[in-house]
């Protein structure tokens, strides 16, 4: 499943970036791998630099699903949470996430690009919330991502 879960997270990050967001998807499987959610990023198009697609799965399953399920659920996304979605994801209670590219990888490829730094720090997901199960970068979708993420940054150079 993970395969195809990643899979469905960069398209919903082409989803995005097409739309004019920054290229970012996630998908929240259920704890027999069945999707239950999914969101794009919507920075852009809601004007609200917080409209990313983790948070909003983190608040859907808050007001949708019982916490033992949702420690039983994991969250698939095509880029690793920043602090705040991790922190979302921990005070939820969700279970395992598993990344395309991880926020290392994004740093190095837009400092590459010559782009500014993100204005939020570069932390593991385990920084944030210690003892969870995270598995990523997983290739070859880390490297879907950096496609996208460079097609981002060439459609606009002050991406942030």
């Known amino acids: 499943m993970t395969s195809e879960h990643l899979s469905r997270c960069v398209e919903l990050a082409a ?4 739309a004019g967001d920054h290229p970012f998807g996630s998908v929240l499987a259920g704890p027999d791998g069945a999707v239950l959610a999914e969101d794009r990023n919507r920075e852009v198009t809601d004007a609200d630099p917080t409209a ?5 799965l983190a608040r859907w399953a808050a007001a949708n699903l019982p916490a033992d399920v949702r420690a039983a659920c994991t969250v698939y996304t ?8 991790a922190a979302a994801h921990g005070w939820v209670g969700l279970g ?3 990344y395309a590219g991880s926020a290392v990888q994004l740093a190095a490829w837009r400092s590459g690009w010559g782009q500014p730094a ?3 720090a570069v932390l593991p997901i385990t920084a944030v919330v210690p003892g969870l199960s995270v598995t990523g970068p997983v290739a070859p979708f880390d490297e879907q991502m950096r496609v996208l993420h ?3 940054a060439r459609r606009a150079p002050d991406f942030t």
Do not use: D, K, N, T
């Open 150 to 152: 460079e097609q981002a």
């Open 15 to 18: 989803e995005a970036l097409a």
């Open 78 to 85: 095509s880029g690793e949470h920043c602090p705040m979605c």
């Open 96 to 98: 395992p996430i598993v």
């Open 118 to 120: 993100s204005p939020v």
């Open 52 to 56: 990313h697609p983790e948070l909003a």
